[in-house]
């Protein structure tokens, strides 16, 4: 349809594109007919979202044979799993190797090694040994995005690692899902089984609108990682494991944002400041105290009002809280004191707020005054302000090695794209333009993400933290080429590039005929001794690779 405005037509909805296309009526009904599914009170949910809807559009029903791995630790999900027939494997101890998780092999190379770089690099870039793919481990049912990675040899698993069995009615997987954290466990399934898979916005609902589902899902939480996160805080160190408990069972916890942020950042960016979404309050300046916020995954912005605006102070992410001061005060002098900043969800975040009377029972008797670590709003250069609104409000915060150029200082020499593709055979890892501000550019390479959202999805587990360094690494030998990363980096940091035999020529598969691709991305230099080599061959010191939350102003930290 044409109209005066322009080309119309329906406004994108949620379930326009259901989790599983597969699911039919007689799965939704043989799904409502399981005890698991049955127990939930149907007639809570509106009208919108129905318990049938969300069966059909936000799950699906995955099978696996014996040895597929369903989720490996360590990487990043966005959904839980019900297991519906047969019974899977939580490995405890000790961790499979990173081989038979489809992991890069922790190396260095030596400096010779490094150094034969120079003259033993082809003119032809992106040269594999196409004979090693062969003998990759582990192996992959397909190649295709819903592939399985799965272990050789079961019965040996399972004498050499310690292992807990989950069976029909179990379900697993949901505080990644909910908290966007790494993945605790590996699992795999011992023998043929088949689990309904959650995606985290159905899993979402179910917690919302059923109460024995949301019990459940909180109980688990609070049982195996509340207490942990708690314990880790410099606040709550110290306090024995009766006093721990009960400071976890009492504290609230929720979700600020959009999950799935970087579905839309793109187009989001694109827009004026002004004509992108307000950002969720999670507390608001003027109003008291109810708890100190902790951040347990994401990130939030802390501004301050001015004028008919707000003026950005600082961000927080995982470990960070807000609060504390202005609770502290109150209960010191006796008398309430109200926030003096304004605590907002970038994009999301995930909070634990422990509640007052908690805090003045349990933490402040044993701590100092807490030190104010925001910057006086009055002592900052407005240009400052400026920056750091920019670095929040594009997400650069997510971070801890982005490249930062000053183009003040930069002559465009391009020595660091020309080391960059000497380390890599023939072909950069980085693109040296990106967005601007005043003299600062932040270049299109990977910033190895606080919240690497590329990994989420990855089939094969390909991409993944490196095993020893704080980096995220493609795997070359296990990666499919299937484009997930590339799609869900929010910044464009990722590419499919196509790749050739030892003697040049391109690489096809022998079915379809078209080139095959492999995902590339700066991987930090990880395996050469001197670090990153477009940083060291700056001759101008114009590059850097920054943890934005270390940039001068920015601070980071408790609020």
Same mark, same amino acid.
């Given at each position: 349809m044409v109209t005066a405005a322009g080309a119309?037509?329906?406004?994108?909805?949620?379930?326009? /594109?259901?989790?599983?296309?597969?699911?039919?009526?007689?799965?939704? !009904?043989? +799904?409502?007919?399981r005890p698991e599914i049955a127990a939930i009170a149907a007639d809570q949910f509106p009208a919108h979202l129905p318990l049938a809807g969300i069966l059909r559009n936000d799950t699906r029903i995955v099978r696996f044979a014996a040895g597929d791995l369903i989720v490996r630790e360590g990487d990043y999900g966005n959904s839980a799993f019900l297991v519906l027939e047969g019974d899977v494997r939580v490995v405890l101890a000790p961790e499979l190797p990173r081989a038979l998780l489809g992991r890069q092999p922790a190396r260095k190379r030596g400096f010779f090694e490094a150094l034969s770089q120079l003259w033993t690099n082809s003119r032809r870039a992106e040269l594999r040994d196409a004979?090693?793919?062969?003998? #990759?481990?582990?192996?992959?049912?397909?190649a295709d995005a819903a592939a399985h990675v799965f272990l050789q040899d079961v019965p040996r698993v399972l004498d050499q690692h310690r292992t807990a069995k989950l069976g029909a009615g179990d379900i697993f997987g949901e505080l990644a899902a909910l908290g966007r954290v790494p993945r605790s466990a590996t699992i795999f399934?011992?023998?043929?089984?088949?689990? +309904?898979?959650?995606?985290?916005?159905?899993?979402?609902?179910?917690?919302?609108?059923?109460?024995?589902?949301?019990?459940?899902?909180?109980?688990?939480?609070?049982?195996?990682?509340?207490?942990?996160?708690?314990?880790?805080?410099?606040?709550?160190?110290? +306090?024995?494991?009766?006093?721990?408990?009960?400071?976890a069972d009492l504290t609230k916890f929720k979700v600020y944002g959009s999950f799935d942020w970087f579905a839309t950042f793109k187009q989001m960016r694109d827009k004026a400041p002004e004509e992108r979404e307000e950002e969720p309050i999670i507390a608001a300046e003027g109003t008291r105290p109810d708890g100190v916020y902790l951040v347990r995954a994401g990130f939030a912005r802390v501004s301050v009002?001015?004028?008919? &605006?707000?003026? #950005?102070?600082?961000?927080?992410?995982?470990?960070? @809280?807000?609060?504390?001061?202005?609770?502290?005060?109150?209960?010191?002098?006796?008398?309430?004191? $109200?926030? #003096? #900043?304004?605590?907002?969800? /970038?994009?999301?975040?995930?909070?634990?707020?422990?509640?007052? @009377?908690?805090?003045?029972?349990?933490?402040?008797?044993?701590?100092?005054p807490p030190r104010r670590r925001l910057t006086d709003?009055?002592?900052?250069?407005?240009?400052?302000?400026?920056?750091?609104?920019?670095?929040?409000?594009?997400?650069?915060v997510n971070g801890t090695q982005t490249m930062l150029i000053d183009l003040e200082r930069c002559v465009r020499c391009d020595d660091c794209v020309r080391?960059?593709?000497?380390?890599?055979?023939?072909?950069?890892?980085?693109?040296?333009?990106?967005?601007?501000?005043?003299?600062?550019?932040?270049?299109n390479a990977c910033m190895h993400c606080h919240d690497p959202v590329c990994m989420i999805g990855c089939p094969t587990g390909a991409i993944h933290r490196h095993a020893?360094?704080?980096?995220?690494?493609?795997?070359?030998?296990?990666?499919? &080429?299937?484009?997930?990363? !590339?799609?869900?980096?929010?910044?464009?940091?990722?590419?499919?590039?196509?790749? !050739?035999?030892?003697?040049?020529?391109?690489?096809?598969?022998?079915?379809?005929?078209?080139?095959? +691709? $492999?995902?590339? $991305?700066?991987?930090?230099?990880?395996?050469?001794?001197?670090?990153?080599?477009?940083q060291r061959a700056c001759p101008h010191d114009a590059l850097r690779r920054v943890d934005v939350r270390n940039l001068p102003g920015l601070g980071g930290g408790a609020s």
């Open positions: 119309a037509m329906a406004r994108p909805q949620r379930w326009d /594109v259901p989790f599983g296309p597969e699911m039919t009526d007689a799965d939704v !009904a043989a +799904l409502l007919g004979a090693r793919y062969d003998r #990759t481990r582990p192996r992959t049912h397909g399934a011992e023998g043929p089984a088949m689990l +309904l898979e959650i995606r985290w916005q159905g899993l979402r609902e179910l917690r919302r609108y059923d109460a024995g589902w949301k019990r459940r899902i909180d109980e688990n939480y609070r049982k195996n990682a509340l207490k942990a996160h708690l314990q880790s805080s410099p606040l709550f160190a110290g +306090l024995d494991e009766e006093t721990i408990q009960h400071v009002r001015t004028g008919v &605006g707000q003026r #950005t102070l600082t961000y927080l992410r995982a470990g960070d @809280h807000f609060g504390l001061e202005e609770l502290y005060d109150s209960w010191k002098g006796g008398e309430p004191s $109200k926030l #003096t #900043t304004t605590l907002t969800a /970038v994009g999301y975040v995930d909070i634990l707020r422990v509640p007052s @009377h908690v805090m003045e029972k349990h933490v402040f008797p044993r701590i100092a709003s009055e002592a900052r250069p407005i240009a400052a302000d400026a920056f750091v609104d920019w670095l929040v409000g594009d997400r650069f080391a960059c593709a000497s380390t890599h055979g023939g072909n950069p890892r980085f693109i040296r333009h990106g967005p601007v501000f005043d003299h600062f550019m932040v270049a020893t360094e704080a980096v995220v690494v493609i795997n070359d030998d296990t990666c499919i &080429g299937c484009g997930t990363c !590339a799609n869900s980096c929010p910044y464009d940091n990722i590419r499919l590039v196509e790749i !050739a035999n030892i003697d040049g020529m391109t690489l096809v598969d022998e079915k379809s005929g078209k080139a095959i +691709l $492999k995902a590339t $991305k700066c991987d930090l230099c990880v395996e050469n001794p001197g670090g990153p080599a477009c």
